[in-house]
Structures are given as C-alpha cells and as structure tokens.
Antibody, heavy 124, light 113 residues
Framework: EVQLVASGGGLVQPGGSLKLSCSASGFTFSDYAMHWVRQAPGRGLESVSAISNTGYSTFDAHSVKGRFTISRDNSKNTLSLQMNSLSVEDTAVYYC?????????????????WGKGTTVIVSS | DIVLTQSPDSLAVSLGERATINCKSSQSVFYSSSNKNYLAWYQQKPGQPPKLLIYWASTRESGVPDRFSGGGSGTDFTLTISSLQAEDVAIYYCQQYYTTLLTFGGGTKVEIK
C-alpha cells in the first residue's frame, strides 16, 4: 500500500523559513518523480516543485523559484522542501505527491497518489 | 503557461442523473508523437487529498468506477459522471502535463440537487 506522510508544517512569521519532509513507503521510491502541490485555504491546486527519480532534474513554479528547494534522499525514501523567505501568500496545505513517471529531463506526467498534506501558516 | 478553464464552477445534479464538467485549455495538450492528450482529472472530497480519476484524457485509473469517463482532445475536454451517486459529491480538477509547468483548472464543485 502506497503511503506518503508529510510533516514539518506549522506557524512561521513572514520572511521565515520552514522545511517540509515526506516519508514514502509501499513503492520503489527511487523509480518515480515526486511533487509538492499546495492548496491555499478555500482555493484550488498549485504545483509548487517537482523532482525526477534520481534528483538530477528539478522544476519550480514561478511563484517559488529562488525561495523553495526540492530535494530527495532515495536511501531514506524521503522527499523534502526547503522553504525560505516565506510570505502570507505561501499559506496553504502542502501535499506530497507521487508522480507516474521517472521525471527524467523534466518530463512529468500525471500524479497518481497524494498524501494527506501538512499545513503551513505564514502570519505575524 | 497553459491556462485551464473549467466550467461550470459548480453544478447540482439529481441522484442517478448525468453530470458533465468541461475543461478548456489555452493551447493544445495533444502530443502527436505519442498520439496522446496530456490531461488528467482528479476528485477531491471534503477534507481529503485529491485522488486521480482519469489520465491521458480518457484512461480510467485502476479502481475508479466505470460511471466516470473522460473525453475530448486538443483543447477541449470533458469529465462525465454517467449516474451520480451520493459519494461523488466533491470538487473535480483537470490538470495538464503537456508542459513541465504543470497546471490545474480552477475546479468544479458537484453537489446533489
């Protein structure tokens, strides 16, 4: 059974930093691209960052480029998102999501499993 | 960026009736080299993460009831629920993966009339 358990969310002041983690199990983690997708309160879905199965290819949305860094440790089946220079617009539930492809050369396909998400609140 | 526009924003359908959701893309998401449309549909029930329903525009994910079907090509797509059940109350999103920047539609809320 595929499981994705995200953690690390919380309350942070504007300009602060936070690191999210996602522990994966139930599939061969190193074979698949992974994603972070966020959902602001009462809003739709926004793809934030993606990483290929090896970690060599990454992609960030315009809104987070230069502030967020996605990474993975295939030896520990763990996905991470380092978030810096946070603003109130980053307040959202952040979902750790399994891709359906390996993501090599930044070719990402549909997302076939979503974890429960962790909540990030940026507020003073 | 590819913009996906869903319509309607919400719809109320009687139990057992058909529900149709539209998704229009600002540019074609059909790749001629693979002969595939790079579009997926997700279902999000209240308080839950999204769940994949349809990919490649019309391929049903394993375990998804056959009352859900996807259609369309190029820039215009539909998700149809042939006979609405109470458990289908949710928000439905389309998503394109034609470009590396993955984008979602704004969502369509489906309720029971």
């Amino acid at each position: 059974e595929v499981q994705l358990v995200a953690s690390g969310g919380g309350l942070v002041q504007p300009g602060g930093s936070l690191k999210l983690s996602c522990s994966a199990s139930g599939f061969t983690f190193s074979d698949y691209a992974m994603h972070w997708v966020r959902q602001a309160p009462g809003r739709g879905l926004e793809s934030v960052s993606a990483i290929s199965n090896t970690g060599y290819s990454t992609f960030d949305a315009h809104s987070v480029k230069g502030r967020f860094t996605i990474s993975r440790d295939n030896s520990k089946n763990t996905l991470s998102l380092q978030m810096n220079s946070l603003s109130v617009e980053d307040t959202a539930v952040y979902y750790c999501v399994k891709g359906s492809s390996n993501g090599r050369n930044n070719y990402y396909y549909h997302m076939d499993f979503w974890g429960k998400g962790t909540t990030v609140i940026v507020s003073s | 960026d590819i913009v996906l526009t869903q319509s309607p924003d919400s719809l109320a359908v009687s139990l057992g009736e058909r529900a149709t959701i539209n998704c229009k893309s600002s540019q074609s998401v059909f790749y001629s080299s693979s002969n595939k449309n790079y579009l997926a549909w997700y279902q999000q029930k209240p308080g839950q993460p999204p769940k994949l329903l349809i990919y490649w525009a019309s391929t049903r994910e394993s375990g998804v009831p056959d009352r859900f079907s996807g259609g369309g090509s190029g820039t215009d797509f539909t998700l149809t629920i042939s006979s609405l059940q109470a458990e289908d109350v949710a928000i439905y999103y389309c998503q394109q993966y034609y470009t590396t920047l993955l984008t979602f539609g704004g969502g369509t809320k489906v309720e029971i009339k």
